[in-house]
Nanobody, 123 residues
Framework: QVRLVESGGGLVQAGDSLRLSCAPS????????MGWFRQAPGKEREFVAT????????YYTDSVKGRFTISRDNAKNTVYLQMNSLKPEDTAVYYC????????????????WGQGTQVTVSS
């Protein structure tokens, strides 16, 4: 079974940037769409962004549009989430996940998940 591994989280100040990365624990040749979700303390996990296998299609939740960019490098089997102009309300554990249903914002449509990486934004 493929595991996903996230990295790049940390503690930053409001207005700063971070780039999260996500890669499988072993090479995979399946053509999955990928997504990022986040879960803040005391809240349900929520959709952040998704990208098609080719990278040509992306969707974002409204609260991150214009600030976050999802991308992927299939040669490196890696998906990225560039987060700019971070706000305290972006504080959460960020998870990457894979799906065969590009465009889905529902976590139950995503089959494989990472362990998450903590992002903390101080005001």
């Amino acid at each position: 079974q493929v595991r996903l591994v996230e990295s790049g989280g940390g503690l930053v100040q409001a207005g700063d940037s971070l780039r999260l990365s996500c890669a499988p624990s072993r090479p995979t040749y399946n053509r999955y769409a990928m997504g990022w979700f986040r879960q803040a303390p005391g809240k349900e996990r929520e959709f952040v962004a998704t990208i098609s296998w080719s990278g040509g299609g992306t969707y974002y939740t409204d609260s991150v549009k214009g600030r976050f960019t999802i991308s992927r490098d299939n040669a490196k089997n890696t998906v990225y989430l560039q987060m700019n102009s971070l706000k305290p309300e972006d504080t959460a554990v960020y998870y990457c996940a894979s799906t065969t249903l590009y465009g889905s914002r529902l976590d139950h449509d995503y089959a494989y998940w990472g362990q998450g990486t903590q992002v903390t934004v101080s005001s």
